[in-house]
């Protein structure tokens, strides 16, 4: 059926930049609407950034928006999540996720997404 696999991870200075890629297989990725994800310990999940199925329209949590930048490359089947001016509070583990069908429009809610991959974390130093 196909999978999402996050890379790109790791420790980053605060103010510094990381980038995130999430790669799909099988059917799921073109034109399908995708996500990004971010889950603290103690939090919840909650949505970083959308793009829908055309990559013409993104959406933003307001934490992020101006400092992440969300894209996405059919051709490779590959999305990614640009992040600048990382701080403490950008620290959690990332899951890119693939909503339930071509064409749907992308969510902001968890709910609405129903392919996830395993996470990739980010951990900034200060």
């Known amino acids: 059926q196909g999978q999402l696999v996050e890379s790109g991870g790791g420790l980053v200075q605060a103010g510094g930049s990381l980038r995130l890629s999430c790669s799909g297989s099988g059917r799921i990725f073109s034109r399908y609407p995708m996500g990004w994800f971010r889950q603290a310990p103690g939090k919840e999940r909650e949505f970083v950034a959308s793009?829908?199925?055309?990559?013409?329209?993104?959406a933003y949590a307001d934490s992020v928006k101006g400092r992440f930048t969300i894209s996405r490359d059919d051709a490779k089947n590959t999305m990614f999540l640009q992040m600048n001016s990382v701080n403490a509070e950008d620290a959690a583990t990332y899951y890119c996720?693939?909503?339930?069908?071509?064409?749907?429009?992308?969510?902001?809610?968890?709910?609405?997404?129903?392919?996830w991959g395993q996470g990739t974390q980010v951990t900034v130093s200060s």
């Open positions: 793009i829908d199925w055309s990559g013409t329209s993104t």
């Open positions: 996720a693939a909503g339930a069908g071509r064409f749907y429009p992308a969510g902001f809610s968890a709910g609405e997404y129903v392919y």
